[in-house]
């Protein structure tokens, strides 16, 4: 059972990487599930929307995918950020790039603990999580 954050395509490297590893610990630990393998890999626009294509039919560029594999109550999946996207919306939302990237990361475990984001009550309750946790990375 581990956690892991892969890079691909990108020199990029999350500064802060053990504070977000223990936040993510405690979304899962807080939805009443246990962490199990999770992988989140950071990479750009294009292999995104490559993958956004081939599993979900969509083409269009998205910040995050995520791959549920949860085992009934242990989580685990694999997360896929564009780095590009990320860069993009923190200077559209005036955020630094370490806090938009982990919105995004929580974003995706939040997916992974049963939240969704189909209509826009569950958007805003989602939003609200994400916020929370942002909080306590900035702490």
Do not use: C, P, Q
């Not at 059972?1 to 590893?21: C, E, N």
């Not at 949860?70 to 997360?79: F, L, M, P, Q």
Request: aromatic fraction near 12%.
């Amino acid at each position: 059972m581990s956690i892991r954050i892969y890079y691909d395509d990108t020199s990029f490297r999350l500064k802060g990487w053990r504070k977000a590893l223990k936040i993510i610990k405690e979304v899962i630990r807080k939805a009443g599930k246990v962490s199990g393998d999770l992988n989140f890999v950071i990479t750009n626009d294009e292999n995104l929307r490559v993958i956004n294509v081939e599993f979900l039919e969509h083409d269009y560029y998205t910040d995050v995918i995520t791959f549920n594999y949860n085992k009934e109550s242990v989580i685990n999946g694999e997360i896929y950020v564009s780095l590009e996207r990320v860069k993009e919306n923190a200077l559209n939302y005036n955020v630094s790039l370490e806090a938009e990237l982990f919105r995004v990361l929580i974003h995706g475990v939040l997916h992974l603990v049963g939240f969704d984001d189909t209509n826009e009550d569950s958007k805003n309750e989602m939003r609200k999580m994400e916020d929370f946790w942002i909080r306590s990375v900035e702490e």
